[in-house]
Each structure stands twice: as structure tokens, then as C-alpha cells.
């Protein structure tokens, strides 16, 4: 009778799962099946070791673990069925069975001949051919992990906040610093007032004076830069509008964000550090805002980028005479 209970309990979980285990107040969709491994290679670092077994075990074989029950997949990975769970909600799928359906159908995608993924880490002893292959599979997976994760509604609403905003400040350092001038001086050829600061103090100091109808854009791969999250602090209480583009996206930094841009990176390794995915995936972003923002600020932005290119017109036209240099 008891066998009975437990096995009308889990079946239970799994058909009302979704409603029984959904957090209260959402409407979010939960990630199509594409998204799923680039979910689970953003947010591992960030799980604990149990629900990483989980996360591992469905992104490893969505086939076989779409057939599972929550208890069977709990007694794959040794861990417990509310770990399972809990991982299912993480990757953000409302329950167990939402996450059972995405990788049925990540399965299907699988299965339709896409071709096999260049998965070894660069060694110090490859040909440089082997590096160019390595090295562009990363950065296409980062990219299509990016676009597969990159909550459109969450774009949307920063694209609408950037293109109205009376003034913008963005903070990066190190390697998100280039990213963040790189989104500044975009901004600045379509005519928006727009500032990048890497300097910590400076970037407090001008925070302050942010207002309501000012934008604030935070970009921190760990989402726990200190000095990127100082600055943002400041901007969201001073009534900003706020954006963190980060790979973390329960970082530190998201408390202050009223818009989270979650990027994708690729494995991280001795010879290809954090900081090399992360830009590729943070600059992908950044067009995306740009791209956004020029659109919907289109009657301005047209003009004020043909006047930019006629300003430097003259900086990249060829000089008359002999163009030919000498060695000296």
C-alpha cells in the first residue's frame, strides 16, 4: 500500500508540477528547448554541486533523460527528487514536466543532423589550424547560447528606457570596459548623450547626478565587480533607469537592475579565459541594443549617423599623389 502511495505521490509531481511549483506572480515563458543548453552552461557555475549532477546529466543526454521520471532522474544523478526540481525551476522551467517536454524536444533538434560539436579545450602544443577551429566554434556557440537565452521582453524594455533616456552612463572595467566604450560611442553616432566610465570614482561621482528619464547600463561578466556595482547602486536609488549585462544572472549586480540582459560564455580554460567569451557574447548584446535603439529612434538617429560619416569622410579617403610609402 505504501509502494502504492509513493508511486501516485511522484505522478502527482509530475503532472501538476508546473502549477504546484511555479513561483507565484509569473507569467514567464519558459525557455524553448535551443535554450536549454545554454542555460545550463550559464548557470552551472553558479549551482550547487548537487543540482550541477542534474544540470550535467539533462544537458549530456536530453533523450534519455526526457524519458525519466523526477525520481528516476534523482536516483541517476544520486541527488534527491526536490534537488531535481529545484534544478528544473533554476533553468526556468516552471516544474519538472516543463523541462521533461524541452528535452524531448532538444532531442528531436538533436537528432536532425546537426553536426558534431568540437568539444577539447586548446592545448599548448596545437596547431595553430586546430587553435582557428577551437577558437570559432567557441565563439559561435557563445553567440547562438546568447541569442538562445536573451529574454526578448527584458531587451525590449531596455531598448525603450535607452531610446527616451536624457542621458546615459555605462560602467565596465577590465575587459567590460572596451565593451561598454564600444556601446558609447554607438550611442553617441545616432545622436544620445552617452558616457563610459571605467574610472570607479568617476563613475560614482557622475551616478549622482543621474535622474529619473537617465539610463544607467552596468556590464560585469561575474555580476560581482565591485566597481561596476558601486556606480549602478548609486543610479538606481538615484531613480535611473537601470540595466546589468552580465553571465550571471543572480549576481550581486542584479539587485540593482530594473533589466537584466543575461549573456553566454564558452568553457573557460588555461589558454582562453572568461574574459575573451564574455566579450564576444557582451558585444552581441550591445548590437542588439544599438541595433534596437536606432530603430526605434529612426527619424533622428538616420541623420545624425549620415552626418558622422561625413565628418570622418575625409580621414578615410585616399591621399591624391603617390600613395606609395618609403622605408625609412
Known sequence: MENIFHHVTHEVKEIFGSAATAPSGLGVTPPAPAALAAKVRTLAPTMTRSMQRVAEAVAADPAGCAALTVTGLAELTGTSEATVVRTARLLGYPGYRDLRLALAGLAAQQQSGRSPAVTADIAVDDPLADVVAKLAYD???????????????QLSAAVGALAAARRIDIYGVGASGLVAQDLTQK?????????AHSDPHLAVTN??????????????HSGSTGDVIEPLRVAFERGATTVAITGR?????????DHILTTSTARESELRPAAMSSRTSQLLVVDC?????????YETAAPALSASYEALAHRHTPRSGNNTTSRR
Open 249 to 257: 544572472p543572480d549576481g550581486p549586480v542584479t539587485q540593482y537592475a
Open 289 to 297: 541594443l544599438f541595433i534596437g535603439v536606432a530603430q526605434k529612434t
Open 139 to 153: 565563439e559561435q556557440q557563445t553567440l547562438a547560447d546568447t541569442a538562445a537565452g536573451l529574454d526578448i521582453a
Open 187 to 195: 550611442l553617441l553616432r545616432i545622436g544620445l548623450i552617452a558616457h
Open 207 to 220: 551616478a549622482v547626478q543621474l535622474r529619473a528619464k537617465d539610463v544607467a547600463v552596468a556590464i560585469t
